[in-house]
């Protein structure tokens, strides 16, 4: 009886190269508005989420929020360093645990922690650039709207916005990381 794998391996890579035919086909959401529509209200999107993250912080925790700030201050350098340990190395090697079943078991939580680091280093870099930007030794109300407006405009810019507010957004990451891990070693 003849192997029918080589009909089914073509007939499944003629389905494939269909599926993403249509799917490239499909128009893009929200093509209906203008260029300048999307970009100001992913401008107006991102000004929301960030005064409500940086808000968030000096509400509940002015303290942290002033030590962080301080902290970046004293020693950006060292935090932005940091933050791509904390950015990068720390994903990556979470991923390669993942690759037995306890390390799974690992890798889940401690990506739901980092994503809750993430946050909280999101909501610091907004009220650093506050305070660098408006001259003020501690972040306040004032600081927050002038940090989450500039960050807002900057992440506007297609491709080099993203950039741009990634590796600032390194710098509250990475000193909220080390906070955390001295915090840990005692």
């Avoid at 020693?75 to 993942?98: N, R």
Wanted: charged share 10%; net charge neutral; glycine share 16%.
């Amino acid at each position: 009886m003849p192997s029918n794998g080589p009909l089914s391996l073509g007939v499944s890579l003629v389905a494939a190269c269909a599926l993403a035919g249509v799917a490239a086909a499909q128009p893009e959401v929200g093509s209906e508005l203008g260029l300048a529509t999307r970009i100001g209200l992913r401008s107006a999107v991102v000004l929301v989420i960030n005064l409500v993250l940086g808000g968030a912080l000096l509400g509940v925790a002015p303290g942290y929020a002033r030590r962080m700030v301080a902290a970046i201050g004293d020693d950006a350098g060292t935090a932005f360093l940091w933050g791509l340990l904390a950015g990068i190395a720390v994903p990556i090697g979470l991923l390669l645990i993942a690759i037995t079943i306890i390390g799974l078991l690992i890798t889940i939580p401690g990506l739901l922690a980092l994503l809750l680091l993430g946050i909280v280093g999101n909501a610091v870099t907004i009220c650093w650039i506050g305070t660098l930007l408006t001259g003020r030794d501690t972040p306040d109300r004032t600081a927050v709207g002038v940090g989450a407006a500039v960050l807002a405009v900057v992440g506007a810019v297609p491709i080099l916005g993203n950039l741009v507010t990634t590796l600032v957004s390194l710098v509250g990451l990475g000193v909220v990381g080390r906070d955390l891990y001295t915090t840990w070693r005692g």
